[in-house]
Structure formats: structure tokens, C-alpha cells
């Protein structure tokens, strides 16, 4: 078993972990859950914006110069399966862009085919990626629980199916992806990982983000930045060590 899908396989059941947690959370602690979620959002978008800018973008580039237009494609194929969910689940509200439990679902599985593609490049764009979708995966639980409340479940249902969901479905993702991207050329791993940060701008410029904004609270400001400073911090020990 190789370094790099023990860093993914690590990576997908502590996602899965945390997003269990946050609909634990949600369901026996509904007012402590709803208030850490805005500054998790926060914080993960720090994470998530400056990790594919500073590391995984340039570092797709030199393997494949086409990978800067690969991310582009990413942000649209997020940009219009959100467009496409939202019209035929016939909502209003986003939850990260996902209004049922369907899209959410979605974009579990792209969060784990993330995990693989980004070890496979590198553990150091692996673990700055993995750490913002880690954290951001909380919130996500707590809202597709409260999605699924919506639609008419069950407390216990909503719980259970959630789980099934939104926290099951990352390592799926993760393992279905990993065969596949192992044997890759270098070349087209660059526009994998390019694709993949693509994913991740768009998660954090139009899902967490915008979220947080409506629930603004005090000091979601300084998650935010602090957030940015953890993924700086770590792609500069990496150059300076």
C-alpha cells in the first residue's frame, strides 16, 4: 500500500468523520452548531482560495501548460451543475451551490476524487487542499441536514440519510477515483490538479463565501484571514525548509 493512498484514504474518512460530526452536531445541538458554522465556512474559504493560487495552480501549470484553461472548466462545471440542480430541484435557497440532497451528494464525490488527484501531485497540495475541505465539511453536514428537515424528513431521518450523503459519499469518491488517476502521466495529472483547482476556487469564491456573508457574524472576518495565514504559512515552510 503506497504513502499516497494512505494520505488519501487518512483524508477521506477524517472528511467523512467531520461532516458525521456536523450533522451530530446539528441534530442534538442545534444552536451551538449553527453558530460555529459561519466562522468553519470562513476559515475553510481562507484555506481553500489561497492553497489552489499559491501551490496547486502553479504547480498544475508546469506540468501541463493548458492547466490554467483545465481550471477554468472546473469553475464552469461547478457553475452550471449548480445551475442545473437548482432548476430541477425547483429551489431558491443554495446550500454551497447544492439545494438537494442529490447535488449534495455530487459534491461529496468531487471532494473525494479532489483528495485523490491532489496527493497523487504532491501530499503538500494534497494536505493544504485536504485541510479546507476537512473543515469545510462540518457546515456541510449541518446543512444537509437541515436541507433534508426541509424537504419534510424526520429528525432521524434527515440524520441518516445525511450521513449516507454527504459523508459516505467522499470516500467513495476517493476510492472509485483512485485507479484511475495512480496511472497518469505526470501531463495529465497537471490538468487534473487544474480542474481540481478550478473545484476549489469555485467552492470557496461562491459557496462558503457568499454563505457566510448572510450569516455574518463578529470575527468571521479574522476566520477568513486566518485561514489565508494557515495556508501561507505552510506553503512557505515548505520553501524555506
Same mark, same amino acid.
Given at each position: 500500500?503506497?504513502?499516497?493512498?494512505?494520505?488519501?484514504?487518512?483524508?477521506?474518512?477524517?472528511?467523512? /468523520? /467531520?461532516?458525521?460530526?456536523?450533522?451530530?452536531?446539528?441534530?442534538?445541538?442545534?444552536?451551538?452548531?449553527?453558530?460555529?458554522?459561519?466562522?468553519?465556512?470562513?476559515?475553510?474559504?481562507?484555506?481553500?482560495?489561497?492553497?489552489?493560487?499559491?501551490?496547486?495552480?502553479?504547480?498544475?501549470?508546469?506540468?501541463?501548460?493548458?492547466?490554467?484553461?483545465?481550471?477554468?472548466?472546473? #469553475?464552469? #462545471?461547478?457553475?452550471?451543475?449548480?445551475?442545473?440542480?437548482?432548476?430541477?430541484?425547483?429551489?431558491?435557497?443554495?446550500?454551497?451551490?447544492?439545494?438537494?440532497?442529490?447535488?449534495?451528494?455530487?459534491?461529496?464525490?468531487?471532494?473525494?476524487?479532489?483528495?485523490?488527484?491532489?496527493?497523487?501531485?504532491?501530499?503538500?497540495?494534497?494536505?493544504?487542499?485536504?485541510?479546507?475541505?476537512?473543515?469545510?465539511?462540518?457546515?456541510?453536514?449541518?446543512?444537509?441536514?437541515?436541507?433534508?428537515?426541509?424537504?419534510?424528513?424526520?429528525?432521524?431521518?434527515?440524520?441518516?440519510?445525511?450521513?449516507?450523503?454527504?459523508?459516505?459519499?467522499?470516500?467513495?469518491?476517493?476510492?472509485?477515483?483512485? &485507479?484511475?488517476?495512480? +496511472?497518469?502521466?505526470?501531463?495529465?495529472?497537471?490538468?487534473?490538479?487544474?480542474?481540481?483547482?478550478?473545484?476549489?476556487?469555485?467552492?470557496?469564491?461562491?459557496?462558503?463565501? &457568499?454563505?457566510?456573508?448572510?450569516?455574518?457574524?463578529?470575527?468571521?472576518?479574522?476566520?477568513?484571514?486566518? +485561514?489565508?495565514?494557515?495556508?501561507?504559512?505552510?506553503?512557505?515552510?515548505?520553501?524555506?525548509?
Amino acid at each position: 500500500m503506497s504513502d499516497t493512498f494512505i494520505w488519501i484514504a487518512a483524508f477521506a474518512f477524517v472528511a467523512a /468523520f /467531520f461532516n458525521a460530526l456536523g450533522i451530530l452536531a446539528i441534530f442534538r445541538h442545534k444552536k451551538w452548531a449553527e453558530g460555529i458554522k459561519t466562522h468553519l465556512m470562513c476559515f475553510a474559504a481562507g484555506v481553500l482560495i489561497s492553497a489552489p493560487l499559491m501551490l496547486a495552480l502553479p504547480v498544475a501549470i508546469e506540468k501541463n501548460f493548458y492547466a490554467g484553461s483545465a481550471a477554468l472548466v472546473g #469553475f464552469l #462545471f461547478m457553475f452550471l451543475s449548480n445551475k442545473i440542480i437548482k432548476q430541477h430541484t425547483k429551489k431558491e435557497t443554495l446550500t454551497f451551490g447544492m439545494t438537494a440532497a442529490e447535488g449534495i451528494g455530487i459534491h461529496s464525490l468531487v471532494d473525494g476524487i479532489i483528495y485523490t488527484v491532489t496527493f497523487s501531485v504532491s501530499i503538500l497540495v494534497g494536505i493544504l487542499s485536504g485541510i479546507g475541505l476537512v473543515i469545510h465539511e462540518f457546515a456541510e453536514g449541518v446543512i444537509t441536514y437541515l436541507v433534508l428537515r426541509e424537504g419534510g424528513l424526520k429528525e432521524r431521518s434527515a440524520a441518516l440519510y445525511a450521513f449516507f450523503v454527504a459523508s459516505l459519499t467522499t470516500p467513495i469518491g476517493a476510492f472509485v477515483a483512485y &485507479p484511475f488517476i495512480s +496511472g497518469m502521466s505526470s501531463s495529465d495529472l497537471g490538468l487534473m490538479l487544474g480542474f481540481s483547482a478550478g473545484v476549489l476556487i469555485y467552492v470557496s469564491s461562491s459557496h462558503l463565501l &457568499p454563505q457566510a456573508r448572510k450569516e455574518d457574524k463578529k470575527h468571521s472576518f479574522i476566520a477568513f484571514l486566518a +485561514g489565508v495565514a494557515l495556508a501561507l504559512f505552510i506553503v512557505l515552510s515548505k520553501f524555506i525548509g
